[in-house]
């Protein structure tokens, strides 16, 4: 038994633009996630940050198969899920979740709670009749709900309640994997801090192994055992969550980090500013894809591609000047 | 004792429906009349639908002849209870035939996008012809009758659905609950049933009651035109199509087929847009 329950290998999502109607030019595509490695090890929760259209929920709902890729391997436990078939991969959706970001689109609004928790149940023959009843009461009550919320339907509950209900559905398996695809970003700021501990404590509950997927870089820290940031497709830096936050590597890590609002006028001064936009994921930058905005750079950064290295200690950084 | 209590629950949950739906209630109500009026039509009248009896020609409404005569001294109000028949037959076959293929063939051309070009062509094709033009070739090659005017308006009327459901199901398939349910194992076809489906259910219920409506009238310009039922057999349609002729000496003529399809329709549309409400729980408790 490895360490590693998810490994990961080159995992690459390139989505074809339309091609117009007799047009013979090659269709452009548009390099969502464009060779993207990394490893989950059993019992810890890695944190995937990045901006907006960066990859990071493509490349969670690729683990899942809910988008297949282009490219690339991806093993759970073991197994390559790239390779099974429809009946291995339902056999094999048992041991891996999903919590999604908008809880008011993640329900199904014509099924009562009751429905939507033991749904996974009935699909994979867990449990049926009072057994089921039984087990969808516990679920509920496990995620913080009451029992005699089991009859009600999803508009009756506020989003909150609604995340929890999505977690108690992704936990009625009895998963030994989560991706969390930004679960509290929709969610007030109020709800946000009890429906990630609500997680943590599932995880110290249930031994679960978490991707958590989130922009804000303090959820992040908050929950997360090792941090890896995605720029355009790719992952710039990896590294333990106390390594990253205390020494950042990559520049564009490091801008990252300066953009977190504070409230000291001195600290607020060293930010780094970065000029210009996200370079458009249809036609991304030569070598290094940040060198566009990155103010250290050298003719390297614009002719290769750096490789996503250890620089000591787990420490995973892809850039030429760090290496 | 308990089951009392019960029964009494239940009928104060009737009485609060009808109270907050009272609408519904009034369609289904109309539709309900209108169905009694088919069915009983040898016991409200005695009066053949079909008798001839020239000499009482276009004869104003009397005690004798309720809704007076028609051109052939017909009586209007027996043609009525008869023509009911054959409209709520006609409209509720093409309803159910062009609904039930409309709605599969719509959920799969927007869930599996491999087959949506095809059905969906074919579709076009069938919706490129004017209504009538269509309906009118098929009841040209299978001959003059009820049935064959039911299936030729249910092959008229079945692009539309489709067309509707189709949309419909590549929104919802699109939703994080469908995603949700693939990411559990839901295999597609219980997907399409039991969370698809279930969303669509608002645009099929309006198209069903648009359906209805438009068939009945579909029937009537057949009838018109001399491709529907048979001449002898009574309908709405055609006796609105024979009034015309006839609009300004004798109105009743007109009147009461056209009074008889507007409230049909309109009792069609009150119970389906409550319907609609009511099956949806976002509403139901309103």
């Given at each position: 038994m490895s360490q590693a329950l998810v490994e990961v290998k080159g995992l690459v999502k390139h989505f074809p633009l339309q091609r117009r109607l007799f047009s013979t030019a090659p269709v452009a595509v548009v390099?969502?996630?464009?060779g993207v490695s990394f490893d989950i090890r059993r019992g810890e929760t890695l944190g995937l940050v990045g901006e907006s259209g960066c990859g990071k929920s493509t490349t969670g709902r690729m683990l899942l198969r809910l988008i297949e890729p282009t490219s690339g391997t991806m093993k759970f436990d073991g197994v390559?899920?790239?390779?099974?078939?429809p009946e291995q991969l339902r056999e094999c959706r048992r041991n891996m979740q999903i919590v999604f970001q908008d809880p008011y689109a993640s329900l199904?609004?014509?099924?009562t709670v009751e429905r939507t928790v033991s749904e996974p149940l009935e699909v994979h023959g867990i449990a049926s009749g009072e057994e089921k009843r039984r087990r969808v009461r516990e679920l509920l009550e496990l995620v913080?709900?009451?029992?005699?919320?089991?009859?009600?339907?999803?508009?009756?509950?506020?989003g909150g309640q609604r995340q929890r209900i999505g977690i108690a559905r992704a936990l009625a398996v009895n998963p030994k994997f989560v991706v969390?695809?930004?679960?509290?970003?929709?969610?007030d700021v109020s709800i946000q801090a009890q429906v990630l501990n609500l997680l943590q404590d599932l995880q110290e509950q249930l031994g679960l192994t978490y991707l958590f997927i989130s922009h804000n870089l303090s959820v992040i820290e908050h929950v997360s055992d090792r941090v890896a940031v995605m720029y355009l497709g790719k992952i710039v830096e990896l590294a333990a969550k106390d390594d990253l936050y205390a020494a950042p590597k990559h520049p564009y890590t490091r801008a990252l980090m300066s953009a977190v609002p504070v409230t000291d006028r001195e600290q607020r001064k060293k930010r780094i500013m970065l000029e210009g936009?996200?370079?458009s994921p249809i036609n991304p930058p030569s070598g290094c894809r940040f060198h566009t905005r990155?103010?250290?750079?050298t003719d390297v950064c614009r002719e290769q591609e750096p490789e996503l290295l250890d620089?000591?200690?787990?420490?995973w950084v892809a850039c030429h000047l760090c290496q | 004792m308990e089951q009392v209590v019960t029964t009494n629950r239940s009928w104060a949950r009737v009485r609060r429906l009808m109270e907050k739906r009272r609408l519904v209630f009034v369609g289904g109500a109309i539709i309900l009349v209108i169905l009694l009026m088919a069915v009983f039509a040898g016991v409200l009248t005695?009066?053949?639908?079909n008798k001839l009896a020239v000499a009482k020609?276009?004869?104003?409404?009397?005690?004798?002849h309720i809704m007076g005569t028609d051109e052939f001294g017909r009586d209007v109000f027996s043609r009525l209870l008869y023509g009911a028949r054959l409209s709520m037959t006609i409209g509720l076959s093409v309803v159910a035939i062009s609904t039930v293929f409309g709605t599969l063939l719509g959920l799969v051309a927007g869930y599996y996008r491999a087959a949506d070009n095809v059905i969906m062509r074919i579709m076009d094709g069938m919706m490129a012809f004017p209504d009538i033009l269509l309906a009118i070739a098929m009841m040209a090659s299978l001959g003059p009758s009820v049935a064959n005017v039911v299936i030729s308006l249910g092959t008229v009327c079945t692009p539309r659905v489709a067309r509707v459901v189709r949309s419909a199901a590549l929104t919802i398939r699109e939703t994080e609950y469908v995603e949700a349910a693939r990411a559990v194992g839901v295999r597609p076809g219980a997907i399409l049933l039991k969370h698809v489906l279930p969303n669509a259910v608002s645009p099929i219920i309006v198209q069903a009651t648009f359906t209805f409506a438009n068939s009945v009238l579909a029937e009537a310009s057949l009838s018109f035109l001399g491709?529907?039922?048979?001449?002898y057999v009574p309908s709405w349609g055609m006796m609105l199509s024979s009034a015309r002729s006839y609009m300004v000496q004798a109105s009743w003529m007109m009147i009461w087929p056209g009074l008889a399809i507007v409230v049909t329709v309109l009792g069609l549309n009150l119970l389906g847009d409550g319907l609609r409400d009511m099956l949806d729980p976002r509403l139901r408790n309103l």
């Open positions: 390099r969502a996630v464009d390559d899920v790239a390779g099974l078939g199904n609004p014509r099924m913080g709900l009451s029992s005699y919320h089991a009859k009600r339907y999803p508009h009756e509950f506020s969390c695809d930004e679960p509290v970003s929709a969610l936009d996200v370079p990155c103010s250290m750079a620089v000591g200690g787990g420490h | 005695d009066i053949d639908p020609r276009l004869r104003p409404p009397s005690a004798e491709v529907g039922v048979p001449p």
